[in-house]
């Protein structure tokens, strides 16, 4: 601004200062001064410029020196949170299954020794399952039947305590082969094998403990697992049926193989032993300690299955069989019980919603000099999945043996379904 002004005042100087020289030259030094001052404000407008360029170029070197200071370590900042969950994650996973049943005795009375026609309602499940923290999860499982509510399965399970060795505690049903382990709305049958419930006790291998599950390197398989479980001796059948002064151990050795992208096979070795004596102090309040007495069971189990990639929702092919031995030492030092069982079946997957199959039962006795005794059971069955929460099951059972003096018909129609997450979930 100061230079316009200077240049003003000049040419108004010049302009009086023209005047005194006539009037002829007037114009053509107006004309003059005219270019001159023209001149003069190019000069003063490129001054200008550059000056404003010089001023935003520097404003831009001191922003690139600015972003390229050394920022903090954010890592070092530390960062605080509350160890509480939300709400919703307290909350556990409700699930509820419903299992009921009709039956026809086919004889001349419609009922024998063990069963009555009529219908039934087997039992109401409430399954609870959540994750407690990063490191543990529970599931419990309550079984309410009409004769009164039965806890099924109470546990929790550290996953990772050691790499690919989990942790569970609680009360549970016992990896004793594969089938023991599920529930009974979840079988593939209506009923579990006789070997099973003859062999192990009526619900099976349900104590309380500790199992280790450790998922071994692929070793001699595509991939092994080993369990190791520690638990009361409750059953009553195979053991004390109290708390352990002597525990009962199981061991149960898993291995898996792909035979193609359709198939694979599975085969698993069970041991256990624990002892049956009685360790106490009897109705009277006198302490009663019994000879040691062991029972020792012996497991194998194997699987095959098939199932299509592109069609597995329409077609598989299941073949399961499984065998046992039980040696029980009795109170009598020279009689001990020793039974043989087992079971295989069939399944196909027919299509979306029918599967077919057929199970056929062996089992020798839960009792002393059984060596001539058998019990044996054809079991066909056919199962409609209304949905993944509605299942229908027609099955018929054609028991016989030894000990029977004739046959055994029951035609049963079983509905089961599912309110919640987990559906029918076998364990």
């Not at 001699?220 to 009553?236: F, R, Y």
């Not at 020798?364 to 099951?393: C, E, G, K, L």
């Not at 028991?399 to 559906?423: C, M, Y």
Request: hydrophobic share 35%.
């Amino acid at each position: 601004m100061r230079n316009r002004t200077f240049a003003s005042i000049l040419a108004l100087i010049l302009f009086i200062t023209a005047n005194g020289f006539g009037q002829s030259t007037v114009v053509s030094k107006t004309d003059s001064l005219v270019k001159i001052i023209r001149d003069m404000q190019n000069r003063i407008k490129l001054l200008e410029e550059k000056n404003e360029t010089s001023e935003l170029q520097q404003l831009l070197n001191q922003a690139e020196a600015a972003s390229k200071e050394e920022k903090p370590n954010e890592d070092t900042n530390k960062a605080f949170k509350s160890g509480q969950r939300s709400l919703q994650a307290i909350n556990p996973e409700i699930s509820v299954t419903g299992d009921m049943f009709g039956q026809a005795v086919v004889n001349t009375n419609g009922f024998n020794p063990e069963n009555r026609s009529g219908a039934y309602f087997r039992v109401l499940g409430l399954h609870l399952q959540s994750a407690l923290d990063p490191f543990s999860f529970t599931k419990i499982a309550v079984e309410i039947h009409p004769e009164g509510i039965e806890l099924g399965e109470a546990y929790m399970t550290w996953s990772n305590v050691l790499p690919n060795l989990s942790l569970t505690a609680g009360k549970f049903r016992q990896q004793f082969g594969i089938v023991n382990r599920w529930h009974a709305h979840s079988l593939d049958q209506f009923d579990f094998p006789l070997a099973i419930t003859t062999l192990l006790g009526e619900d099976g291998l349900n104590q309380t403990g500790l199992s280790l599950d450790w998922f071994m390197s692929p070793l001699w398989a595509d991939a092994n697992s080993l369990t190791l479980q520690i638990t009361n001796g409750q059953s009553e059948q195979l053991f004390s049926g109290e708390a352990f002064s002597f525990p009962s151990v199981l061991g149960h050795l898993k291995s898996y193989y792909d035979l193609n992208p359709n198939t694979y096979f599975e085969l698993g070795l069970t041991g256990m032993t624990g002892l049956n004596n009685f360790r106490g102090f009897d109705d009277s309040g006198s302490l009663v300690k019994e000879p040691n007495r062991s029972t020792t069971l012996a497991g194998a189990d194997l699987t095959l299955f098939w199932e299509p990639l592109n069609r597995a929702h329409y077609h598989s092919f299941l073949w399961r069989t499984e065998l046992y031995y039980v040696n029980k030492q009795t109170i009598t030092n020279d009689s001990t019980i020793k039974a043989l069982g087992g079971y295989s079946y069939l399944d196909y997957k027919l299509n979306e919603r029918w599967n077919a199959g057929v199970r056929f039962d062996y089992t020798q006795p839960f009792a002393v000099n059984n060596s001539d005794a058998y019990i044996y059971q054809v079991v066909p069955y056919v199962t409609w999945w209304q949905s993944h929460w509605m299942r229908f099951r027609l099955q018929y059972n054609y028991k016989n043996g030894s000990v029977f003096s004739e046959p055994d018909h029951i035609v049963r129609l079983q509905l089961t379904w599912a309110a919640g997450p987990h559906k029918h979930d076998r364990y």
